[in-house]
């Protein structure tokens, strides 16, 4: 049994931060490749970023490529997302995944899944 639990979200200011993060269960942490994913209200849950099991070879959606940050630190068993410049399109609940073999952007990679946090931004 693998559980994810993320921190809470909040309300940010456009061109703010935020930095989520997400608790997973269990003591084979490092050999999951994590995900982000998130989905906004009346669309499709979209994929933001992965990273590798051992922390590099990160990948972003284009959205949010050179704004959004995906880390992990594995003593700790988190995975982070550090969203800067931030914009009113990036409002959505935020998920964070567990994949067992690789870094994927397809939401069936994952096999575990956090329960959702609410990240609102105003204009």
């Known amino acids: 049994q693998v559980q994810l639990v993320e921190s809470e979200g909040g309300l940010v200011q456009a061109g703010g931060s935020l930095r989520l993060s997400c608790v997973v269960s269990?003591?084979?942490?490092?050999?999951?490749?994590m995900g982000w994913f998130r989905q906004a209200p009346g669309k499709e849950r979209e994929f933001v970023a992965t990273v590798r099991g051992s922390g590099d070879g990160a990948y972003y959606a284009e959205s949010v490529r050179g704004r959004f940050t995906i880390s992990r630190d594995n003593a700790k068993n988190t995975v982070y997302l550090q969203m800067n410049s931030l914009g009113p399109e990036d409002t959505a609940v935020y998920y964070c995944?567990?994949?067992?073999?690789?870094?994927?952007?397809?939401?069936?990679?994952?096999?575990?899944w956090g329960q959702g946090t609410q990240v609102s931004v105003s204009s």
């Open positions: 269990g003591r084979t942490f490092s050999t999951y490749a």
């Open positions: 995944a567990a994949s067992r073999n690789y870094p994927c952007v397809r939401q069936y990679c994952y096999t575990y």
